[in-house]
């Protein structure tokens, strides 16, 4: 039983088109955010890529922590002479239902961060010290860090395309691979498009779940082919049908895959931490436009009008 017959000849066109616009709006984010933000980069990098400090602390509440608002505290902080050199690089967020501070601020000393709490503690209250918890990465590790994650990812996307090359013909490697970098840009697009409208950050996790999405992509297309190619070694019908046919006989594996991969990204999202929200995020959004584009785009190349 089948969830539905897609009609993929006829509506080639449009899902061509479809995956164009996508791609168009992604290359805008990108390029907005490259040339129109205070960052001028493709993306908003975290303190994993750029270095800085990151200090977490909570609030000692004994019920309900009042609501505040982080601007009226960093508008409190300037008047702060210690800290007025630093006090507008400082991003800060409050978490847990106000109870969790989250503050981002470039390199610190050990004094001048340790003036940052004190003065913060006179303007939100008392804090709980024994939650205090802080990560420091210098300018120079971010960097390599930074470099590292370009390095793996470039490095899998040729091992991905070798893999294609040999496993199928060049013109099937070519639409699984055109696919796949369609599946990475338009995720890369939303977070730039993020980045620009709420000041989302990407972090080590975000070149993780574009690993993963690379992965999750070609595994997709390639069980989509697989079943093409061998439909079209051993049935005497015209190619265009045989293509849609091989796609709606996948089309009930690769989707219930996809949903039941969801299901705990979409727990972590609702119920997990902050921390891994993003990363859960971007993981969902490539795999929904991983199966789209295997399902329907990938196949679509091969149709001939």
């Given at each position: ?61 004994d019920e309900e922590c009042s609501d505040i608002s982080p601007d009226s ?122 980045g620009i409208i709420l000041s989302v950050e990407v972090n080590s996790l ?71 929200f993003w990363f859960s995020l971007a993981l969902s959004l490539g795999i ?18």
């Open positions: 039983m089948k969830l539905l017959n897609l009609e993929l000849i006829r509506n080639k066109r449009k899902i061509i088109g479809f995956s164009t616009f996508l791609i168009l709006l992604s290359l805008l984010g990108i390029l907005y955010s490259t040339f129109n933000t205070s960052y001028k980069k493709p993306i908003n990098l975290g303190m994993d890529f750029i270095g800085g400090n990151e200090l977490r602390i909570e609030r000692a509440c505290v960093l508008e409190s902080l300037r008047d702060v002479s210690e800290i007025k050199n630093f006090i507008n690089n400082i991003k800060l967020q409050f978490q847990d239902s106000n109870k969790l501070i989250s503050i981002r601020s470039p390199y610190l000393s050990i004094e001048e961060s340790n003036n940052l709490v004190t003065n913060l503690e006179e303007i939100v209250g008392p804090l709980n010290y024994d939650s205090k918890d802080s990560r420091l990465i210098g300018p120079k590790l971010g960097k390599r860090l930074l470099t590292n994650c370009v390095t793996s990812l470039l490095v899998s996307l040729f091992a991905i395309s070798l893999y294609i090359t040999i496993r199928f013909d060049r013109k099937y490697a070519l639409y699984a691979l055109i696919a796949l970098f369609h599946d990475l840009l338009i995720v890369f697009g939303i977070f730039s498009w993020l975000f070149a993780v779940s574009l690993l993963t999405i690379a992965g999750y992509s070609v595994n997709d297309t390639v069980v989509i082919f697989d079943r093409i190619r061998e439909n079209l070694r051993t049935r005497n019908e015209n190619n265009n049908e045989i293509i849609q046919l091989s796609v709606n006989e996948s089309f009930r594996r690769t989707t219930f895959t996809s949903i039941t991969t969801l299901f705990p990204l979409l727990s972590i999202i609702l119920f997990g931490s902050y921390s891994l929904i436009v991983g199966s789209y584009s295997s399902i329907l785009l990938a196949p679509s190349f091969l149709l001939k009008d």
